[in-house]
C-alpha cells in the first residue's frame, strides 16, 4: 500500500509557474513509476507526466511537452512537477499517482494508487 499527499497547488496568473510536490508514505516508494494526472470540471482524468521508479525515463502529454517537468527525489520520498508558463486551460485538480507496471504509461486504470489531488487555478 502506498499513501499519496499532493501539496503545492494554487492560484495563478497565465505565465506564472507552480511547482507541485507529491509525498509517498507505505511500500517501496523507489520501486514505483510516479505520475501526474489532472481533471478539468467536466472533463475526463487525463495523463500529465510520468516517470519511471529510476527516474531514466518521462513521459508527456503533447500539450506540456517544454512546460512541465517532473521529478524525483527518492531519498526524500517525493515526485515533484514543475510547472512553467501556465495557461487557463492548465486548471485543473491535479493527482498524484503511483504503480508497479514494468514501463509508464499514461493509461489511467493501469496505476494503482492516487493522492486525494490539489487545486491549480490559472487566470487570464
Known amino acids: 500500500q502506498v499513501q499519496l499527499v499532493e501539496s503545492g497547488g494554487g492560484l495563478v496568473q497565465a505565465g506564472d509557474s507552480l511547482r507541485l510536490s507529491c509525498a509517498a508514505s507505505g511500500r517501496t516508494f523507489s520501486s514505483y513509476n510516479m505520475g501526474w494526472f489532472r481533471q478539468a470540471p467536466g472533463e475526463e482524468r487525463e495523463f500529465v507526466a510520468g516517470?519511471?521508479?529510476?527516474?531514466?525515463?518521462?513521459l508527456y502529454r503533447d500539450s506540456v511537452k517544454g512546460r512541465f517537468t517532473i521529478s524525483r527525489d527518492n531519498a526524500k520520498n517525493t515526485v515533484y512537477l514543475q510547472m512553467n508558463s501556465l495557461k487557463p486551460e492548465d486548471t485543473a485538480v491535479y493527482y498524484c499517482?503511483?504503480?508497479?507496471?514494468?514501463?509508464?504509461?499514461?493509461?489511467?486504470?493501469?496505476?494503482?494508487?492516487w493522492g486525494q489531488g490539489t487545486q491549480v487555478t490559472v487566470s487570464s
Open positions: 499517482a503511483a504503480d508497479l507496471t514494468p514501463v509508464i504509461t499514461s493509461i489511467r486504470r493501469h496505476w494503482d494508487y
Open positions: 516517470i519511471s521508479w529510476s527516474a531514466g525515463d518521462t
